[in-house]
């Protein structure tokens, strides 16, 4: 599912942070690509909404790599096109479910699961990986209960690859894939809200110092 994980305090990452980060980005990665062209083999709206997932991911692990060592104001900036980015893509996902459903396709279920139970694996690994992080700060429980949370949207993939197989219907791979963009929205918009609010205020101190300094 979608994840609105804020970005780090300016401290210290733990020891092995970083290398778990970029483990699991180009997990991530990865995933986003195979499940991509998987959701337009299969004609799965929920394995397009399950990559996307894997892509907003990727972007938080990014975002928590390029900002340990930078300002609120940059932190800020970087999380405003994480938010733009997820709630479009969560529009994506909608628009794609409702031409399906005019369309009236069948997706193929055998890929939808095999596909999925790949993607509830890597996900449980990068999990694992990140699991020792999970007592840290902020960004670090943060990252971790992220990749956790994702395998909710795994399951829920092959849950829907079992509904379809079951009843020869595009409805439960439907229902599952408006859930994901609706979460993909809904967290892109408080991403984007909380980062307008942390440049308004990396702004506002900053004027607040300039002002002190001309005195």
Excluded at 101 to 110: A, H, L, R, S, W
Excluded at 154 to 160: E, T, Y
Aim: charged share 15%; proline share 3%.
């Amino acid at each position: 599912m979608a994840c609105s994980c804020s970005g780090p305090e300016l401290k210290s990452p733990a020891p092995g942070f970083r290398r778990a980060l970029w483990i699991a980005l180009w997990v991530n990665l990865a995933m986003f690509f195979v499940e991509g062209v998987a959701s337009l083999q299969s004609g799965s709206v929920s394995l397009m909404a399950d990559a996307i997932d894997f892509f907003g991911d990727s972007a938080n692990y990014i975002l928590s790599l390029s900002v340990l060592s930078m300002g609120m104001l940059w932190r800020g900036r970087a999380a405003l096109v994480k938010g733009i980015t997820m709630a479009l893509f969560g529009t994506v996902v909608w628009v794609r479910a409702l031409w399906v459903v005019q369309q009236g396709t069948i997706p193929e279920p055998f890929t939808m699961g095999s596909i999925g139970l790949l993607a509830l694996v890597a996900n449980l690994c990068v999990a694992l990986i990140l699991f020792k992080f999970r007592d840290g700060d902020s960004d670090m429980r943060s990252v971790w209960l992220c990749s956790r949370n994702d395998a909710i949207s795994n399951l829920a993939v092959m849950a829907a690859a079992l509904g379809v197989f079951g009843t020869a219907s595009a409805w439960p791979d439907l229902v599952v894939a408006a859930i994901m963009g609706t979460l993909a929205i809904t967290a892109g918009v408080s991403v984007t809200r909380h980062a307008r609010q942390d440049i308004a205020d990396s702004k506002q101190a900053s004027a607040g110092r300039a002002s002190l300094e001309v005195r």
